[in-house]
């Protein structure tokens, strides 16, 4: 390992940065932590000889996941943080203060921080954790759209959540899938509808995994979206369903929550409203198969055109639903 910063960086369509780094220079560690996550201040208790740095990250727009190691006792202190956090010890101890708590975590235990307030933490030699960032903004922007209402004041998480088990767990598996495809060029994590999902999952994932003050509201049956709610959307899919629609999306158009709308779909019309939009893209790829010039059309072509990113997938999807694969319709073989 060298005293100079060794980083390497991939820009994607779907992401803001996929990149890996390592270093032995608390400068080149402070200035790389500012760039993905804060302003901080690195310190080495032991001194500066055996101090190690080393990363992967990736960023999703507002979501940031890094994989952080360290070689020698290290302290980081932020003034104030301006973004919901959570730390995922996977090796070594970690020891935090945050908003009047003091917490130590080890490998099952993972501790969150809210924006507004300092945080000190230490973290021992050959450990190793999984960082969270998500913007304020952004994860606030998620509860409201699963409310169906505007969201006031910072969301306030637990200071530790236990992973052994529960809601907890499965999220922390979705942090590890997203991280764990860093190093693959041909991730689908790389391609923006996929990323979008992932995205939003764990972000909506993190509020249904820890309590906070919405978490009854959050949790309780949602009344379904009524017809007319549904059919606006319907409409609106109709009409451009190759619009990279987010559940989201769909939920504003609607003008209902995200849950009311899951359930209005299910009640009025028996399937997601995702689903909904996968059969349509579908239709219209089928319909543009069929009338298309094979001298000049493709398959990945079409399938891009009516919002498919994956051509394996949708060639699978194709399949299921039509009984023939897409490059016959194409040729005109079925």
Same mark, same amino acid.
């Given at each position: 390992m060298s005293d100079a910063l060794d980083r390497t960086v991939t820009p994607s369509p779907a992401t803001s940065a996929i990149s890996s780094f390592s270093s032995v220079?608390?400068?080149?560690?402070?200035?790389?932590?500012?760039?993905?996550?804060?302003?901080?201040?690195?310190?080495?208790?032991?001194?500066?000889?055996?101090?190690?740095?080393?990363?992967?990250?990736?960023?999703?727009?507002?979501?940031?996941?890094g994989q952080l190691g360290f070689g020698a006792p290290v302290t980081l202190v932020a003034g104030e943080l301006d973004a919901y956090h959570v730390t995922i010890p996977t090796a070594g101890r970690l020891r935090a203060r945050h908003a009047g708590y003091e917490v130590t975590a080890e490998p099952g235990t993972a501790v969150l921080y809210g924006p507004g307030k300092p945080v000190y933490t230490l973290h021992g030699a050959q450990s190793a954790e999984l960082d969270v960032k998500i913007e304020r903004s952004a994860l606030e922007a998620e509860l409201s759209a699963l409310l169906g209402r505007p969201v006031t004041g910072p969301i306030d998480l637990p200071p530790t959540v236990d992973l052994a088990?529960?809601?907890?767990?499965?999220?922390?598996?979705?942090?590890?899938?997203?991280?764990?495809?860093?190093?693959?060029?041909?991730?689908?994590?790389?391609?923006?509808?996929?990323?979008?999902?992932?995205?939003?999952?764990?972000?909506?994932?993190?509020l249904f995994s820890v309590p906070h003050r919405y978490t009854d509201e959050l949790t309780a049956p949602a009344p379904a979206g009524p017809p007319r709610a549904v059919r606006r959307v319907m409409d609106a899919v109709q009409d451009e369903p190759e619009r990279p629609y987010t559940v989201a999306?769909?939920?504003?158009?609607?003008?209902?929550?995200?849950?009311?709308?899951?359930?209005?779909?299910?009640? %009025?019309?028996?399937?997601?409203?995702?689903?909904?939009? %996968?059969?349509?893209?579908?239709?219209?790829? %089928?319909?543009?198969?069929?009338?298309e010039d094979p001298a000049s059309a493709t398959v990945a072509a079409v399938a891009h055109r009516w919002g498919f990113a994956h051509l394996g997938r949708f060639a699978s999807a194709y399949r299921a639903r039509f009984g023939v694969c897409p490059s016959q319709t194409l040729r005109g073989l079925a």
């Open positions: 220079d608390i400068d080149d560690t402070r200035s790389l932590l500012r760039r993905f996550y804060y302003p901080l201040t690195v310190g080495a208790p032991e001194g500066a000889e055996g101090f190690e740095f080393r990363a992967d990250v990736i960023q999703l727009g507002p979501l940031t996941v088990a529960g809601p907890a767990r499965s999220w922390t598996t979705l942090v590890r899938l997203l991280q764990g495809e860093i190093a693959h060029p041909a991730s689908l994590v790389r391609r923006s509808p996929i990323a979008e999902h992932l995205r939003r999952s764990i972000l909506g994932g993190l999306d769909l939920a504003r158009i609607a003008g209902v929550s995200v849950r009311s709308l899951q359930e209005g779909f299910r009640r %009025h019309a028996g399937c997601t409203p995702m689903a909904y939009l %996968h059969q349509v893209r579908l239709t219209r790829a %089928h319909e543009t198969l069929c009338s």
